[in-house]
């Protein structure tokens, strides 16, 4: 049992090892925010002051860098007034882990700093929602187009130039016009999602709907399917496991258009949260409202991977995973 | 030395057979046929006049070299080429795009994975709209006979190559069609279950009213199966020669040393691999240097 037995090029792994490299994956870097956070001599730039002494504009608490407090600590020692004294810290955008681990719970637990604000909960729920109809919308126009040109080359042929050329203009850029068109509200914030997940979704469902085993449809047809049954008894059944599978890649991506379309017109959800909290530099809710999306990306992934094995028992490679 | 000839020779009851046979009525004909590709780089001519006949009840082999055009015949009679030339009937009527007349069966199994084994043999029923009732005991009735009725509720990538097969065979014979057309379809079985899959399809074929064109480039199997092989040569796909295969049936696997058997392998094996070099004509790039750089030790010999 050597080294060299774990760099078997695409071995399969004991379920033990699989599981406990999944861990390690997520414990690596949180090891390494540790010890930047709580071993002083990794990095710790600034210092933060516990005395101010009798440096008129230090405060307790305060965070200077390390070369002005040296400078203040030679200058009171030559004029013989009180030190200032001070320990090494990271800079404000770099909280410990028990900070954010803190302001996760108490970002659910404290009520919203103005009176019309709203709880983290609550602005998740306005993301997840955003989430929701754009993928949605998306999804009813993308999958049965893509599906269409993966199968018939007329109709990949007039839409896929143009979606071509459209997936490259950035969603974003589309903002102000979608204000314009759909008010301020959630409209614009949807569009963008639809805008940025669209046409990529054609494209990627046209490509797996082409790479279904043209034998297949050889065979039902030699089996006496007329050209109507073959795309919805051949086609579809045939593609819908790599379908699914696209799609919860793809939710990935609308997940990730979510920042920029809420920034839209009057800025909401998790991101109005997190730009709120940056302005006073509460950066560990800050952090914590990005775990936060990571969790719900996570699972959401990992509820569909689950919900897909059971829904295609018959797909070997989803099986495997 | 026997006579090149032998292969010709056939008993009273082997004649008789194929008088039988001769008096049946013409299933499929081929007058004339030609395919050529069309390609960027230029025109390959795949099939060049070919003529044949196939009777009611007659199981057809198609033998050649690689690349004479057997897999383009096939096709093409199954309806999923068009061919540039001649014509091609079945039972009298000229071949246009595929048809539950003419099933198939692929060398790739081609089965539905989304579908059970049940689900897979009763496709073509419910394509042709027949009620869940009556395809569902068809299809039992069929999975009875190629012995997978145990294996109704599994799904294609659950079993061995040679089940797969089966039950293809089963999906393209529940429709009934005139002609079952095979394209090496034991190709990628092992030899055992090659053979028994050939003993199996035998026994199929005579209890059913089918008519069997099956390409292979096994010349025992061609033998073994064939009451005529159909021998096609390459560049271009021409007919040459039409075999009656003269072992008398029913054919049972102690026939291959036969003298009947052996004299039609002799045969096919001068057509197939004539002794002269017109071999290389067929894979140009191919050709083996009668002396070899040494890669190893002089000591170190093998033979
Ligand atoms: N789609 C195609 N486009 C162009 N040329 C083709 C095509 N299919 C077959 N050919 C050519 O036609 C000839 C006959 O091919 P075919 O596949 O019918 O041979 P085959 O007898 O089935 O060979 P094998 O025994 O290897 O299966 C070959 O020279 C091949 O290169
Ligand atoms: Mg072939």
Redesign the interface.
């Known amino acids: 049992m050597g080294l060299s037995n774990w760099f078997v090029v695409r071995q399969e792994l004991s379920s033990r090892r699989k599981k406990g490299l999944a861990v390690a994956s997520f414990l690596l870097p949180i090891l390494l925010w540790c010890l930047v956070s709580y071993v002083p001599f990794i990095w710790h730039p600034m210092m933060k002051v516990s005395e101010p002494g009798d440096v008129d504009y230090f405060q307790v608490d305060m965070l200077v860098d390390k070369v002005t407090y040296r400078q203040e600590l030679e200058n009171m020692q030559e004029a013989g007034k009180a030190l200032p004294t001070a320990s090494p810290a990271n800079p404000i955008y770099l909280p410990a882990p028990h900070a954010v681990v803190e302001a996760f719970y108490t970002a659910f637990t404290t009520p919203p700093a103005q009176r019309d604000g709203l709880w983290l909960h609550q602005s998740l729920w306005q993301s997840i929602q955003v989430i929701f109809w754009g993928f949605l919308i998306s999804s009813l126009i993308g999958v049965p187009l893509g599906v269409l040109a993966g199968t018939y080359t007329v109709v990949s042929r007039l839409f896929e130039p143009f979606i071509e050329f459209f997936r490259y203009l950035p969603a974003p850029a589309f903002g102000a016009l979608a204000v314009a068109v759909l008010g301020i509200y959630d409209g614009p914030k949807i569009a963008i999602i639809v805008i940025g997940t669209l046409f990529q979704q054609i494209l990627v469902i046209a490509n797996t709907t082409r790479k279904l085993?043209y034998?297949?449809l050889?065979?039902?047809?030699?089996?006496?399917?007329?050209k109507i049954?073959l795309l919805r008894?051949?086609v579809i059944?045939?593609v819908?496991p790599d379908l699914y599978r696209d799609q919860r890649i793809l939710l990935g991506w609308a997940w990730t258009y979510l920042i920029v379309a809420e920034l839209i017109g009057t800025s909401s959800g998790i991101t109005w949260f997190i730009t709120q909290q940056a302005r006073y530099e509460h950066f560990d809710n800050v952090y914590a409202a990005i775990l936060m999306i990571g969790i719900i990306g996570l699972s959401c992934d990992l509820l569909l991977a689950w919900l897909g094995k059971r829904l295609?028992?018959?797909?070997?490679s989803a099986n495997k995973e | 030395m026997e006579n090149d000839m032998d292969y010709l020779k056939q008993s009273d009851a082997v004649k008789a057979r194929f008088d039988k046979i001769k008096q049946r009525e013409v299933i499929l004909e081929v007058k004339g046929l030609d395919k050529v590709y069309k390609t960027a780089k230029g025109h390959t001519t795949a099939l060049k006049n070919i003529n044949f006949k196939v009777h009611r009840r007659e199981f057809v082999c198609v033998i050649g070299p690689s690349g004479c055009g057997k897999s383009s015949l096939i096709r093409i009679l199954a309806g999923l080429e068009s061919y540039s030339g001649g014509e091609a009937l079945l039972d009298n009527e000229p071949i246009d795009g595929p048809c539950r007349q003419r099933g198939m069966v692929f060398q790739g199994y081609t089965l539905f994975p989304w579908l059970t084994v049940r689900k897979n043999v009763m496709f073509g029923l419910e394509m042709n709209g027949a009620t869940n009732e009556e395809a569902g005991r068809e299809v039992d009735l069929w999975l009875e006979l190629v012995g997978l009725e145990k294996f109704t509720q599994a799904y294609p990538h659950e079993l061995s190559g040679g089940m797969k097969q089966r039950v293809a065979i089963a999906r393209a014979l529940v429709n009934q069609p005139r002609i079952l057309l095979m394209d090496e379809p034991f190709g990628a079985l092992d030899a055992q279950t090659r053979a028994k899959m050939q003993s199996h399809l035998l026994e199929i074929w005579r209890n059913i009213d089918i008519t069997i064109l099956f390409i292979t480039h096994d010349l025992d199997e061609a033998i073994y199966l064939a009451d005529r092989i159909l021998v096609l040569k390459a560049h271009p796909g021409e007919v040459q020669e039409i075999i009656e295969v003269s072992v008398p049936r029913p054919r049972n696997p102690e026939q291959f040393n036969s003298p009947e058997f052996l004299a039609t392998k002799a045969r096919l094996e001068a057509l197939i691999h004539p002794a002269e070099k017109t071999e290389h004509k067929d894979e140009p790039d191919v050709h083996i240097p009668s002396r070899m750089i040494r890669f190893v030790n002089v000591e170190d010999n093998v033979e």
């Open positions: 085993d034998s297949l050889e065979a039902a047809m030699t089996l006496g399917t007329s049954k008894y051949v059944p045939g819908l295609f028992p018959w797909n070997k």
